[in-house]
């Protein structure tokens, strides 16, 4: 059974460009999260989202969006990239309703330059 | 709100040695809690989890219990290898239907052969 996937691993960005990352989850999972995490700040919550809505969202300016589409994959987006923007962001897959925690893709790495 | 705090790190041992890494929590309700671990370079996995007062997690020699009355959620192993060396997050998800998870900071292991 594949896991998480997300695409890029990598990526390097300049101030001010925007990113997108994206995420698929395990087959079956539609409720996907998102985190954001850097040494200063560790594991942060940004949103989560079930069947193409977000349930939740963290406390993170409005340049952090997402989205779900209807195969239950999902996409995050950074606009006006910031320094502080660097980070690796984290995306996690669950059955909804299951209380077996998220299953976390290895993360896409984003530095802004 | 709800928060998880981790003993600091890095902790250092030799093989064979026993292993506890302290977490405490505090949240409203009854939460789910969890211990993830990430190995450099990577994602995060589902170490273990317990879901009531008295639960008791276990996976891959590692143990922890969901203690209400003193709201922590311990993880212990009696023999550590090289191998386990990695960072430990605790966290917990509130309860009700949300899926966001908080962490704690994590605590880095370090096992010297």
């Known amino acids: 059974k594949a896991g998480v996937t997300q695409t890029p691993r990598y990526l390097i960005k300049t101030r001010g460009q925007q990113v997108t990352l994206s995420c698929s989850p395990i087959s079956g999972h539609r409720s996907v999260s998102w985190y954001q995490q850097t040494p200063g700040q560790g594991l942060q919550f940004l949103f989560e989202y079930f069947s193409e809505t977000q349930r939740n969202k963290g406390n993170f300016p409005g340049r952090f969006s997402g989205r779900q589409f209807s195969n239950s994959r999902s996409e995050m987006n950074v606009s006006t990239l910031e320094l502080g923007d660097s980070a690796l962001y984290l995306c996690?897959?669950?059955?909804?309703?299951?209380?077996?925690?998220?299953?976390f893709g290895s993360g896409t790495r984003l530095t802004v330059v | 709100g709800n928060s998880v705090t981790q003993m600091e790190g890095p902790v250092t041992l030799s093989e064979e040695a026993f292993l506890t890494i302290n977490c405490t929590y505090t949240?409203?309700?009854?939460?789910?809690l969890f211990w993830y671990v990430q190995y450099p370079g990577e994602g995060l996995q589902l170490l273990l989890k317990a879901t009531k007062a008295d639960d008791k997690g276990s996976n891959k020699g590692f143990e922890a219990t969901y203690r209400k009355e003193t709201t922590s959620f311990h993880l212990e192993k009696g023999s550590v290898q090289v191998s386990d060396s990695a960072v430990y997050f605790c966290?917990?998800?509130?309860?009700?239907?949300?899926?966001?998870?908080?962490f704690g900071q994590g605590t880095t292991l370090q096992v010297k052969p």
């Open positions: 996690a897959s669950r059955l909804q309703g299951s209380d077996y925690g998220y299953t």
């Open positions: 966290a917990l998800r509130g309860s009700g239907n949300t899926g966001k998870l908080i």
């Open positions: 949240a409203t309700g009854y939460p789910s």
